[in-house]
C-alpha cells in the first residue's frame, strides 16, 4: 500500500494546507474549514502508516520541544483543576480540540521529514513551490465561477485560497525563493529576481506583513556576505532583540507610527481601525497576560489565555494572542528554555551552512521566513512553517 515516495507525499500534503484553506468554501464550509479538513484526514492517514513504519530515533533537542509542550499541558491540568468545572470544561475542550492534534502532527512531521533522503527534501520543496503556482491558477478559475467574497479576493488584494493575505504572501515569498535559488546562478539576476518577486507581492496582496518578509530577505542575505567571525554575534543579536521588542511592545507601540508608511494598509494613526494595531493589539495582550501570570502555573499549549476575561478588551478581535506572544501566554516561564532552544537551533543552522553554497543559502533564507512568519502571525507551530522549516533542518542533516 505505501511506496518509496509516501513520505515526500505525507509532506506535501499537510504543507498544502496553508494553501488549499478556502478551498470548501463553494461547498458550503467555513472560510478557514481546509485547514481543519485536510489536516484531519492527513493525521489519520498517519496513524495508518505509522502502524505499519515503526517510529526511528529522535534528536535530543526536538525531544526537549515535545517535553517543554507536554510539560506545559501538565502544569496547565494542575492549574485548571484549582478553578471552577465551566473553565475546566474549556480548557479541556480546547485541549482536545486544538492542542492535541498539533502535538500529534508535531510528532509525525518529525518522524515523517528525518527520514527523507537529501534528492527526497529537495524534490519536496521544489514541488511546493509547483504546488504554490498550480494553486493560484486553480484559485483564479474557481473565482471565475464562484464568486464569493473573502474567497480568493479581498476586495483589490489577492489572496488565492489561503484565507489570509499574510498567508498567501509567506508561501509566495518562501516558494519564489525555491524557484529563483534553483534555476538562477547569476547573482545580479538572483538579486534583481528578489527585488522583483517582493515589489510584485507587496502590489497584489497588500499585505501589511511583506515588509517584514522583505526585510528578512535582506538580512539573510546581508548576513552571508558578513565575515564569518562576525557573524554568530550578529545573528544572536538578531535574535535578542526580537524577543526584546516582543516583550518592550506595550512601551514601544507608540513610536511605530514613524515607521506605518512602510505598510501598504495602514492609516498614518495607530487607534482601534488601523490594521497595524489591531494585529499588534494581540501580542500587546499576550505579553501583559503573560507579565500578570509568569509566576503561576502555565495555561498549557494552546490554552494560553483560557481564563482571561474578554469582556474587557477594547478591540474584539482578540484570539488568544499571536505568533510568538501566543507561546508565551500557552507556556509561562517554560518559554524561556522554547527560547533558548529555538535560538540555539538557528545557531547550529548558521555553523553547518556552507555560506558560498547557493541551496544552503535557499534553505537559510526558508528558515529566516519561517521564524520572521511565526514570530507575528496566529499560529506559531503552522503546519507548513513547520513543515518548512523541518526540511531545512533535515538537508543540513541536523535532524
Given at each position: 500500500?505505501?511506496?518509496?515516495?509516501?513520505?515526500e507525499?505525507?509532506?506535501?500534503?499537510?504543507?498544502?494546507?496553508i494553501?488549499?484553506?478556502?478551498?470548501?468554501?463553494p461547498?458550503?464550509?467555513?472560510?478557514?474549514?481546509?485547514?481543519?479538513?485536510?489536516?484531519?484526514?492527513?493525521?489519520?492517514?498517519?496513524?495508518?502508516?505509522?502502524?505499519r513504519?515503526p517510529?526511528g530515533p529522535?534528536?535530543?533537542?526536538?525531544?526537549?520541544?515535545?517535553?517543554?509542550?507536554?510539560?506545559?499541558?501538565?502544569?496547565?491540568?494542575?492549574?485548571?483543576?484549582?478553578?471552577?468545572?465551566?473553565?475546566?470544561?474549556?480548557?479541556?475542550?480546547?485541549?482536545?480540540?486544538?492542542?492535541?492534534?498539533?502535538?500529534?502532527?508535531l510528532?509525525?512531521i518529525?518522524?515523517?521529514?528525518?527520514?527523507?533522503?537529501?534528492n527526497?527534501?529537495?524534490?519536496?520543496?521544489?514541488?511546493?513551490?509547483?504546488?504554490?503556482?498550480?494553486?493560484?491558477g486553480?484559485?483564479?478559475?474557481?473565482?471565475?465561477?464562484?464568486?464569493?467574497p473573502?474567497?480568493?479576493?479581498?476586495?483589490?488584494?489577492?489572496?488565492?485560497?489561503?484565507?489570509?493575505?499574510?498567508n498567501?504572501?509567506?508561501?509566495?515569498?518562501?516558494?519564489?525563493?525555491?524557484?529563483?535559488?534553483?534555476?538562477?546562478r547569476n547573482?545580479?539576476?538572483?538579486?534583481?529576481?528578489?527585488?522583483a518577486?517582493s515589489s510584485?507581492?507587496?502590489?497584489?496582496?497588500?499585505?501589511?506583513?511583506?515588509?517584514?518578509?522583505?526585510?528578512?530577505?535582506?538580512?539573510?542575505?546581508?548576513?552571508?556576505?558578513?565575515?564569518?567571525?562576525l557573524?554568530?554575534?550578529?545573528?544572536?543579536s538578531?535574535?535578542?532583540?526580537?524577543i526584546?521588542?516582543?516583550l518592550?511592545l506595550?512601551?514601544?507601540?507608540?513610536?511605530?507610527?514613524?515607521?506605518?508608511?512602510?505598510?501598504?494598509?495602514?492609516?498614518?494613526?495607530?487607534?482601534?481601525?488601523?490594521?497595524?494595531?489591531?494585529?499588534?493589539?494581540?501580542?500587546?495582550?499576550?505579553?501583559?497576560?503573560?507579565y500578570?501570570?509568569?509566576?503561576s502555573?502555565?495555561?498549557?499549549?494552546?490554552?494560553?489565555?483560557f481564563k482571561?476575561?474578554?469582556?474587557?478588551?477594547?478591540?474584539?478581535?482578540?484570539?488568544g494572542?499571536?505568533?510568538?506572544?501566543?507561546v508565551?501566554m500557552d507556556?509561562?516561564l517554560?518559554?524561556?528554555?522554547f527560547?533558548?532552544?529555538?535560538?540555539?537551533?538557528?545557531?547550529?543552522?548558521?555553523?553547518?551552512?556552507?555560506?558560498n553554497?547557493?541551496?544552503?543559502q535557499?534553505?537559510?533564507?526558508?528558515?529566516?521566513?519561517?521564524?520572521?512568519?511565526g514570530?507575528?502571525?496566529?499560529?506559531?507551530?503552522?503546519?507548513?512553517?513547520v513543515?518548512?522549516?523541518?526540511?531545512?533542518?533535515?538537508?543540513?542533516?541536523?535532524?
Amino acid at each position: 500500500m505505501f511506496r518509496v515516495n509516501t513520505k515526500e507525499f505525507l509532506v506535501l500534503w499537510i504543507m498544502s494546507s496553508i494553501m488549499l484553506t478556502t478551498i470548501f468554501m463553494p461547498f458550503g464550509f467555513l472560510s478557514v474549514s481546509g485547514s481543519f479538513i485536510i489536516g484531519t484526514f492527513w493525521l489519520i492517514f498517519c496513524l495508518f502508516y505509522f502502524y505499519r513504519v515503526p517510529f526511528g530515533p529522535m534528536v535530543l533537542g526536538y525531544k526537549f520541544l515535545l517535553f517543554i509542550i507536554l510539560a506545559s499541558v501538565m502544569l496547565g491540568i494542575v492549574q485548571a483543576f484549582f478553578i471552577d468545572a465551566v473553565h475546566l470544561n474549556l480548557f479541556f475542550f480546547n485541549l482536545v480540540l486544538r492542542g492535541l492534534p498539533k502535538i500529534m502532527f508535531l510528532v509525525f512531521i518529525y518522524f515523517v521529514v528525518s527520514n527523507l533522503d537529501h534528492n527526497s527534501v529537495g524534490r519536496v520543496s521544489y514541488r511546493y513551490s509547483l504546488m504554490f503556482i498550480f494553486t493560484i491558477g486553480l484559485s483564479l478559475i474557481l473565482y471565475e465561477i464562484f464568486p464569493m467574497p473573502r474567497f480568493v479576493w479581498y476586495a483589490n488584494r489577492f489572496a488565492g485560497l489561503h484565507f489570509e493575505l499574510v498567508n498567501f504572501s509567506f508561501t509566495a515569498f518562501t516558494a519564489g525563493v525555491i524557484l529563483l535559488f534553483s534555476h538562477v546562478r547569476n547573482r545580479l539576476i538572483l538579486y534583481f529576481g528578489i527585488a522583483a518577486l517582493s515589489s510584485v507581492i507587496y502590489i497584489v496582496s497588500k499585505s501589511n506583513y511583506v515588509p517584514i518578509f522583505i526585510a528578512t530577505l535582506v538580512f539573510s542575505i546581508m548576513l552571508l556576505k558578513i565575515p564569518l567571525r562576525l557573524r554568530k554575534l550578529i545573528y544572536l543579536s538578531y535574535f535578542s532583540i526580537l524577543i526584546c521588542v516582543l516583550l518592550l511592545l506595550p512601551s514601544l507601540i507608540v513610536y511605530l507610527e514613524e515607521i506605518l508608511f512602510l505598510f501598504p494598509r495602514s492609516s498614518g494613526t495607530l487607534n482601534e481601525v488601523n490594521p497595524i494595531f489591531i494585529r499588534l493589539y494581540r501580542h500587546i495582550f499576550a505579553i501583559q497576560y503573560f507579565y500578570d501570570n509568569a509566576l503561576s502555573f502555565p495555561d498549557g499549549f494552546f490554552n494560553g489565555g483560557f481564563k482571561a476575561d474578554l469582556s474587557t478588551l477594547a478591540i474584539p478581535s482578540w484570539n488568544g494572542g499571536s505568533g510568538l506572544s501566543k507561546v508565551f501566554m500557552d507556556f509561562g516561564l517554560l518559554v524561556i528554555p522554547f527560547l533558548i532552544l529555538l535560538v540555539k537551533t538557528f545557531l547550529k543552522i548558521l555553523k553547518t551552512m556552507d555560506a558560498n553554497n547557493q541551496k544552503d543559502q535557499m534553505y537559510f533564507i526558508l528558515a529566516n521566513l519561517c521564524f520572521s512568519y511565526g514570530y507575528l502571525q496566529a499560529g506559531f507551530f503552522n503546519f507548513t512553517s513547520v513543515s518548512l522549516f523541518l526540511l531545512s533542518l533535515r538537508y543540513w542533516k541536523i535532524i
